[in-house]
């Protein structure tokens, strides 16, 4: 593509730059198009609409690319830790060991919640869905920490995105308690933020909790997996609520209610529901069928994704913990068989190839968590937890882009046209 992109309308021709990027398409740059040709531009889902300019995250869809500030997530899965790759988003360069360190620690000093924030719980059933709870506690922060909310600020803003990523497993970790009618446990600082983590769900204070260290790794690697993802609908919705310059816990409460969402974060749980609804290999057949029925809206969950059109490299990372946890574990269960032997079909059909759907991060997420102990209304609770990390980081990245401003899309209307109202007795 050249440097400028011309349009044509009616029989004026308008010419708009082009902007490149370190990798990736180049974007046509149309922010005067309205002013200019009183047109908008119309592209429902954002297909191809770049809607702000990013330094963390990097996907190539077509190759099954990820890399985070251009480190590969295969690389990050293995040799780092979620922490070290919380440290790299939020600050643009791995930590040195000083850096880490003091890393680290200040995060967590921010462990503890608000000792009133516990009464908030109650209000809650006992059932309520643990993202019912996220949505509303993560929100309530906002009523708490007054001394972390001035955007302008730099400082306040970093204090209010360490203060989000060390209490998000706390409140998380509360949530399940809640629901088991078991006692909140505090954190314990000498725990690493996975350790500690898994401590506050599945420890209680009569026992000393015994942390099995292959669960803690497949934990902190499935945070890794899920701490950013590029403008994904829920980090979009961060950055449009955080554009109005909304207080900072607000804005992840509400990427937290759209991460909820079963085509987005809630796909874990759907895709191991769906498992276990087939049950056993010889009744996927009919899944297939389903999924490929036009009339029926089934759909494979774990399977396809807005961007990859190869495959999920999270997939692949995925499939080989999954496999780790079950051995250690000792589980054998009938799920991943199903999940394995779908996956082999799923592949090799016509309808799959050709609409290019791959299983993706979600796929094999389920079957680890299950086998961990996590019922499956967790699942999307640690999606949200890792996933803080790459909200609060793109959110600083836009506060402090100059150019930020308000989000405000346009519309087609399609509405009827002005009209005089009727009053009630004459309609
Ligand atoms: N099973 C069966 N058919 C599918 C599936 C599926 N999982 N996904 C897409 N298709 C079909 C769809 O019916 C459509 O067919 P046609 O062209 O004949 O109308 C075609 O593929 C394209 O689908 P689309 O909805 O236009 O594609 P999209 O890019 O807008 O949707 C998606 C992406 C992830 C929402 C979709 O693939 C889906 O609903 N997958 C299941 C839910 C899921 O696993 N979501 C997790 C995404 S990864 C985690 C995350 O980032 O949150």
Same mark, same amino acid.
């Given at each position: 593509?050249?440097?400028?992109?011309? /349009?044509?309308?009616?029989?004026?021709?308008?010419?708009?730059?082009?902007?490149?990027?370190?990798?990736?398409?180049?974007?046509?740059? /149309?922010?005067?198009? @309205?002013?200019?040709?009183?047109?908008?531009?119309?592209?429902?889902?954002?297909?191809? #609409?770049?809607?702000?300019?990013?330094?963390?995250?990097? $996907?190539?869809?077509?190759?099954?690319?990820?890399?985070?500030?251009?480190?590969?997530?295969?690389?990050?899965?293995?040799?780092?830790?979620?922490?070290?790759?919380?440290?790299?988003?939020?600050?643009?360069?791995?930590?040195?060991?000083?850096?880490?360190?003091?890393?680290?620690?200040?995060?967590?000093?921010?462990?503890?919640?608000?000792?009133?924030?516990?009464?908030?719980?109650?209000?809650?059933?006992?059932?309520?869905?643990?993202?019912?709870?996220?949505?509303?506690?993560?929100?309530?922060?906002? *009523?708490?920490?007054?001394?972390?909310?001035?955007?302008?600020?730099?400082?306040?803003?970093?204090?209010?995105?360490?203060?989000?990523?060390? %209490?998000?497993?706390?409140?998380?970790?509360?949530?399940?308690?809640?629901?088991?009618?078991?006692?909140?446990?505090?954190?314990?600082?000498?725990?690493?933020?996975?350790?500690?983590?898994?401590?506050?769900?599945?420890?209680?204070?009569?026992?000393?909790?015994?942390?099995?260290?292959?669960? &803690?790794?497949?934990?902190?690697?499935?945070?890794?997996?899920?701490?950013?993802?590029?403008?994904?609908?829920?980090?979009?919705?961060?950055? =449009?609520?955080?554009?109005?310059?909304?207080?900072?816990?607000?804005?992840?409460?509400?990427?937290?209610?759209?991460?909820?969402?079963?085509?987005?974060?809630?796909?874990?749980? *759907?895709?191991?529901?769906?498992?276990?609804? /087939?049950? #056993?290999?010889?009744?996927?057949?009919?899944? $297939?069928?389903?999924? %490929?029925? %036009? &009339?029926?809206?089934?759909?494979?969950?774990?399977?396809?994704?807005?961007?990859?059109?190869?495959?999920?490299?999270?997939?692949?990372?995925?499939?080989?913990?999954?496999?780790?946890?079950?051995?250690?574990?000792?589980?054998?269960?009938?799920?991943?068989?199903?999940?394995?032997?779908?996956?082999?079909?799923?592949?090799?059909?016509?309808?799959?190839?050709?609409? %290019?759907?791959?299983?993706?991060?979600?796929? @094999?997420?389920?079957? /680890? =968590?299950?086998?961990?102990?996590?019922?499956?209304?967790?699942?999307?609770?640690?999606?949200?937890?890792?996933?803080?990390?790459?909200?609060?980081?793109?959110?600083?990245?836009?506060?402090?882009?100059?150019?930020?401003?308000?989000?405000?899309?346009?519309?087609?209307?399609?509405?009827?046209?002005?009209?005089?109202?009727?009053?009630?007795?004459?309609?």
């Amino acid at each position: 593509m050249g440097d400028s992109a011309k /349009i044509s309308v009616n029989d004026s021709e308008y010419e708009y730059g082009v902007h490149s990027g370190s990798c990736g398409p180049d974007v046509v740059d /149309i922010r005067k198009l @309205y002013s200019e040709t009183g047109l908008f531009t119309f592209d429902p889902g954002f297909k191809s #609409t770049a809607s702000c300019e990013s330094g963390l995250t990097y $996907i190539d869809g077509g190759q099954g690319i990820l890399l985070h500030r251009g480190y590969p997530i295969e690389q990050l899965a293995e040799q780092s830790s979620f922490m070290e790759v919380a440290y790299l988003l939020l600050n643009g360069e791995l930590p040195s060991s000083k850096e880490f360190a003091d890393f680290e620690r200040t995060i967590t000093l921010h462990t503890m919640v608000h000792e009133q924030l516990k009464e908030l719980y109650r209000g809650f059933r006992r059932d309520a869905h643990p993202m019912a709870i996220m949505c509303g506690v993560v929100g309530a922060l906002s *009523a708490f920490y007054h001394d972390s909310t001035d955007i302008t600020d730099p400082e306040q803003r970093m204090i209010a995105s360490h203060r989000m990523i060390a %209490k998000m497993p706390t409140i998380a970790a509360m949530a399940y308690k809640y629901a088991i009618g078991q006692p909140f446990l505090y954190p314990d600082n000498d725990l690493s933020y996975t350790g500690n983590f898994l401590r506050m769900t599945f420890g209680v204070p009569a026992e000393e909790y015994e942390l099995d260290p292959v669960i &803690e790794k497949a934990m902190d690697r499935i945070f890794i997996l899920h701490a950013d993802h590029e403008q994904n609908a829920s980090t979009s919705t961060v950055r =449009l609520a955080g554009s109005s310059g909304a207080n900072p816990f607000a804005c992840i409460a509400s990427g937290i209610a759209c991460l909820w969402g079963p085509a987005h974060g809630g796909a874990n749980e *759907a895709a191991l529901n769906m498992l276990r609804e /087939i049950g #056993t290999p010889d009744r996927i057949g009919e899944y $297939i069928d389903r999924a %490929k029925d %036009k &009339e029926d809206p089934f759909r494979l969950m774990g399977f396809g994704h807005r961007v990859y059109k190869n495959f999920d490299p999270r997939a692949k990372v995925m499939k080989e913990t999954a496999t780790d946890v079950l051995n250690t574990l000792g589980v054998d269960d009938p799920i991943f068989d199903v999940a394995r032997e779908l996956e082999q079909i799923a592949l090799n059909d016509e309808y799959f190839i050709e609409k %290019k759907l791959y299983p993706n991060v979600d796929f @094999y997420s389920g079957v /680890i =968590l299950s086998a961990i102990g996590f019922p499956t209304t967790m699942f999307t609770v640690l999606f949200a937890i890792a996933r803080t990390v790459g909200w609060v980081a793109q959110w600083n990245e836009m506060i402090s882009d100059p150019d930020q401003t308000i989000g405000r899309p346009r519309q087609l209307y399609t509405g009827p046209e002005q009209r005089d109202y009727v009053p009630v007795g004459s309609r």
